[in-house]
Structures are given as C-alpha cells and as structure tokens.
C-alpha cells in the first residue's frame, strides 16, 4: 500500500503525493510568478531563478575562492548580481532596449526594485507576461555573454545582443500559439507597441 496522506494508503503509487509527503514545504515567495509563468522558458527561467538567489558565480561570489573578477562589460572593480542585473553601463543600455516602455516609464537600474515593480505587475496582462519574459531572457543572455567574454575573450556590441535578446522573445512569442488562444490573443500586437526601436 501506498501513503497518499495522513491515513489514506492505496494500491497506487503517486510521485506527486509522495513527493508532497517527504519535502519540507514553505509559503510561495512572492516572486514565484515573476520566474515560473506558463510563457516562460524553463532554460532561461533557471538562470533567472538562480540570479534572484543571487547563487550565480559573479566576481564576487568567486572572491571567497581567491580569484579576482572585475565586470568584463566596464571594469567595475566589483561584479556582483546587483552590478550585472543592471547597474552596469553595458547591460543598462541593453535591458532598457529589450524592456521597451513594458514599466511604462523609464526602468530602474537598481535590482530590488525592478524584482519589486515585476512582482507588483503594475501593467496590463499581455505587458505583465512580456515583462517577465524580458526579465528571464535578458538575464540569461547576459550571463552568457559575460561567459563568453571570460573564457572565450569574445567580445559583441551590445546592440548585437539587443537583436539576439529580441529574436528569441520573438520566437518564443510565436510559439505560445497566442493566435489561438483568447488569453494571449494580442500578445505580438502588444509586444511590438511596448518595445523599444530595435532594428531586425
Ligand atoms: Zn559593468
């Protein structure tokens, strides 16, 4: 017999009432629905996950093991979470390309608060999933181009990202099927009148 709750046993065994029985469970985080939402990507959504954790191997997370690592975007001699997502001059001007007008007004560099106003969902249904999706797909395509820079010494403009950044939003858009869907109908519409003056 199987536990499925307190009391309950049945001949059936289920990997999702077992599961619930042995972890520990706590209350949602509030930003739960910034990271996991139906449109996002599971790919992107890790390294976004482990950026709000603020669990990624920055600069100066590494300085425990004795390296060094300045910001390989400006020189910054400190590169923290909070320096790369976006305070820095490089990935500033990229976030404020991808996030288009979706704040409705200008973003804010500081970290905390642009997981606050993401969080508060301040804007409109559609602009609220774009947002998110901006937030996830920006902060895994600068990690990798901060990786790229590190290891490989390959350097790109940042308008170069902007268009890669762009592309994948685009594609992901594509794929949700929003055409078919009365929940995303509007998502591309609203998309190209939110975002800023890329060129593709
Ligand atoms: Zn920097």
């Not at 001699?77 to 001007?93: I, Q, S």
């Not at 804007?123 to 920006?138: D, H, K, N, P």
Request: aromatic share 14%; charged share 25%; net charge positive.
């Amino acid at each position: 017999m199987w536990k499925h709750g307190q009391d309950d046993f049945r001949d059936s065994f289920s990997s999702n009432k077992t599961w619930s029985l042995i972890r520990d469970p706590r209350e949602n985080v509030a930003w739960y629905c910034v990271n996991w939402f139906p449109q996002g990507v599971p790919r992107f959504a890790i390294f976004a996950w482990l950026a709000i954790k603020d669990r990624l191997s920055t600069g100066a997370r590494i300085r425990n093991w004795g390296l060094m690592q300045p910001c390989l975007f400006c020189g910054e001699p400190v590169e923290t979470r909070d320096h790369l997502y976006f305070a820095c001059p490089y990935t500033y001007t990229v976030w404020i390309e991808v996030v288009g007008n979706l704040f409705g007004d200008a973003p804010d560099p500081d970290w905390e608060t642009t997981l606050e106003r993401i969080t508060a969902r301040e804007t409109g249904r559609l602009s609220a999933i774009l947002l998110r999706l901006a937030f996830q797909v920006a902060i895994y395509y600068i990690w990798i181009k901060r990786n790229n820079r590190r290891h490989n010494h390959i350097s790109k403009p940042a308008s170069q990202l902007c268009r890669e950044i762009d592309k994948t939003k685009r594609n992901r858009i594509l794929s949700t099927k929003y055409y078919e869907s009365p929940k995303l109908y509007g998502l591309m519409q609203c998309w190209f009148s939110t975002r800023g003056a890329i060129i593709v």
